[in-house]
């Protein structure tokens, strides 16, 4: 612990004034203007959630429903489901189409089962409800890990989630029906919940135990020095793996021991369009998977250890919301596959920048809505022109790229290894715009972490005795104490 004493007053603890989220210098205004600005910011967010509902629903009524909320993936889990339920043992040599394979845990296998009671046009309705409501919670919970009371809270939430409703990954995970945003508000719900309780960690275990994904969540915990949590994860994750190998032993065995596990193409060609990993913008430059493993390794091996360093550093700040985000990016950059409906943390990272530019001032300010707008618009559900029969049905930039179908990739040459100009940076859009994030937000940590080695003067704390030591334009300055 690093302690400074001035002549006149008592030591000050600089380890635990950074471990701790300070309040913000109250900016000087009215009660009166205050309440104005709030007020204003609910009619902003209340119109923007107005706008973003009728465009869907104008979209809805000029395509069939399918075009929009077609359920492919989620078709896949319902059949896997009544498979689990009558020959399991064909769990994971079953194909619902030439290429389409159930590819998920046992255990996520048992809870499709038991889903299969519903018919399928309210498994289809529950799943797109439950998962705006999800892409809504999770956008509350990060904006009150940020400290925003009231109906500041209110307001910005309404406004994000108007904007990130209508990004690609969000659209792609309705149209799909794909389980991205229950796991996201599950991990997210986990890691808001206080250390005092006996369960934290084990939403994380769970959202892991049905897909991989979460499993970058698990270091993180260490690292943040909640070991309590990470161990508590692990079991929760032993136990789905036991509990399904108790009912499905056969398909267990074949998922967890068999030859397949560690092939990341068991879920599709690596270097298809839709994979917006490391790997897949190396597989598509080096124009072959092997060739592109190597380098991917390397890169990868360094991307985890500075990202979840990053992600600790602004834990151990006082800035939880921005450290699972830079987690969550993470696992998104160095996961082998990372699918674009895999994308949908762009939700509480956009959350995270929208509170920065609120923060910032001046031109850091602007620099912070500029980049929070390029963002948005890359990963913007641009409307699919090419398609003469569903021209406004919302896709992405990155469909602008040419790709090759699951089915047909292993007997033709893909179109993804052919790219160049526009192609190759709209194909790209995801993981470019993921680096760029990556680092700002490696960046951030490390202005966040600057004050523990520098402490500021004796001539600086008399100066100033009540301002918090706040690091200016870094992610997640507290706003008040997180709720």
């Not at 706008?51 to 009524?61: K, N």
């Not at 990202?307 to 006082?318: D, F, K, N």
């Not at 929070?372 to 896709?395: D, E, T």
């Amino acid at each position: 612990m690093i302690a400074q004493r001035d002549n006149t007053g008592p030591v000050r603890s600089w380890h635990n004034h950074c471990l701790t989220p300070q309040r913000l210098a109250p900016l000087r205004l009215t009660a009166r203007a205050a309440g104005q600005r709030r007020t204003l910011l609910l009619l902003i967010g209340a119109g923007a959630v107005a706008v973003a509902a009728s465009v869907y629903a104008l979209t809805v009524a000029a395509h069939p429903a399918a075009a929009l909320l077609g359920g492919y993936d989620l078709r896949v889990y319902r059949e896997a489901g009544l498979i689990t339920r009558h020959h399991s043992a064909t769990l994971y040599s079953w194909q619902f189409a030439p290429g389409i394979r159930f590819t998920y845990t046992p255990f996520a296998a048992l809870l499709f089962a038991a889903v299969t009671v519903l018919p399928w046009i309210a498994l289809k309705w529950i799943m797109a409800g439950a998962s705006i409501l999800a892409l809504a919670v999770t956008i509350w919970m990060t904006f009150g890990a940020l400290g925003w009371p009231g109906r500041a809270r209110l307001g910005i939430v309404c406004a994000i989630a108007a904007v990130t409703f209508w990004t690609e990954p969000v659209q792609r995970t309705l149209h799909l029906g794909q389980v991205d945003l229950l796991l996201m508000v599950l991990v997210i719900w986990d890691l808001r919940q206080p250390s005092r309780r006996w369960w934290p960690g084990a939403g994380i275990g769970l959202a892991a135990g049905i897909k991989l994904v979460p499993l970058i969540f698990i270091p993180y915990l260490v690292l943040t020095g909640r070991l309590r949590q990470a161990t508590v994860a692990v079991t929760a994750l032993a136990v789905t793996v036991a509990a399904s190998w108790a009912v499905l032993p056969g398909a267990s065995a074949a998922w967890w021991l068999g030859p397949d596990f560690l092939r990341a193409d068991r879920t599709g060609f690596v270097g298809f369009v839709a994979n917006q990993s490391l790997r897949g913008v190396i597989t598509r430059l080096a124009g072959n998977v092997n060739a592109a493993t190597p380098g991917w390794l390397a890169i990868s091996a360094a991307t985890l250890v500075l990202g979840l360093t990053a992600a600790a550093l602004l834990h151990h700040s006082g800035r939880p919301a921005p450290g699972w985000a830079a987690c969550a990016l993470t696992g998104l950059l160095v996961s082998p596959v990372s699918w674009d409906h895999h994308w949908v943390w762009i939700a509480p990272i956009l959350a995270v920048l929208a509170d920065q530019a609120v923060r910032a001032r001046g031109a850091a300010r602007w620099s912070g809505w500029a980049l929070l707008a390029a963002v948005a618009l890359l990963f913007g559900a641009w409307p699919s022109l090419w398609r003469s029969h569903a021209a406004l049905v919302p896709w992405g930039l990155i469909w602008y790229a040419p790709g090759t179908s699951a089915a047909a990739y292993t007997h033709v040459h893909p179109n993804e290894y052919h790219w160049h100009g526009l192609a190759l940076l709209a194909g790209n859009a995801y993981i470019l715009a993921g680096l760029v994030l990556f680092a700002v937000m490696v960046g951030s940590a490390a202005r966040a972490w600057r004050p523990r080695r520098t402490p500021a003067s004796p001539q600086s704390l008399r100066a100033h005795p009540n301002e918090p030591r706040a690091t200016p334009g870094s992610l997640g300055t507290p706003l008040g104490r997180p709720t």
